[in-house]
């Protein structure tokens, strides 16, 4: 097998030369890098990682603890983690909780889930990985889920107290926000609103947004148009019926994921209610299943793929010693209009 020498025997030069172009780094011309490049791909030389790794004391390797891998949020995150690592040399060591698969959506205590992460947080540490992301299954404090740790970690989808911990996140808020804005700017002056449940920061948020979209829009709360539902398909219907058949019905729904839309849908067809016509439905997630509703579902899309690349990124500036100006970053949402509004 070829080494740094060989090649360097070949092109005529020093050792350290052929390391600073497989480095890119020191002053080397043109010429001389061009010709080490090509007798490189000629040779087909694959540098001793492992080596490597124990002379400069990095395995160029990240850690990413997931909460539940079947949970929609993570697939595109991580997709997002492996793109960028795969474009910067480094490799992902991937663990999975599978919280959900567990639990439902009745996440258990911190200290119920830390005696779940220990296990796995050790088992990286020992892998030599340089940092770790860890993705939660929805927005929440998760202060304390793990131990003070000299490696760094970046919190995605979740987040923490510690106003020196870093977490990567999207606005809740302003999308929810916009969503309901959007509706009204359309016409549609009776929003309804069916909420996740009330123990989510996420539900709180999007509340929130919905709330002062109303007063922003010079509109009234009306308490009757808020149900609170459990994210589930079937809360979502039972929800909209309640709506649908009260006295004051709304003009729009905005449902807090794309699950409950869904039953929204399901309730307005059985009652002969026309979308968009006669009722406009809003979701949230822009999940694969909401372009297949009928009629299609507009929805909030979430920024996950940007998540996950942005957590990486700052995790390995961290790594490389940068300082990190914005440790609380929250990325925008995208309204995505479709045929149900």
Partial sequence: MANIKDIADLAEVSVATVSNVLNNRGRVGEETRQKILKIIEEIDYKPNRVAKSLKMNKTHTIGVIVEDLSVFNAPEIIDGINEFAEENDYSILLTNLRLYKKYGNQFPDVDTCREMVMPLFHQLLSNQVEGIIYIGIHLRNVNGLLPDSSTPVVYTYCDTSDESDISINYDDYKASF????????????????????????????????????????????????????????????????????????PSAILAMNDLMAGGVIKAASELNIHVPDELAIFGFDNREVSSYYTPKLSTVSLPLHDMGEISIKTLIDVIDGKTIKTKKRKLLCELIERDSS
């Fill in 178 to 249: 916009d969503a309901t804005s959007y509706l009204i700017n359309k016409g549609y002056q009776e929003v309804a609103l069916i909420s996740g449940l009330i123990n989510s920061e996420s539900a709180h948020a999007r509340f929130n947004g919905y709330c002062n979209a109303l007063m922003s829009n010079g509109l009234q709360f009306n308490p009757n148009y808020v149900k609170t539902g459990d994210w589930e398909y079937e809360s979502g219907y039972k929800m909209a019926m309640d709506l649908l058949k009260g006295e004051q019905r």
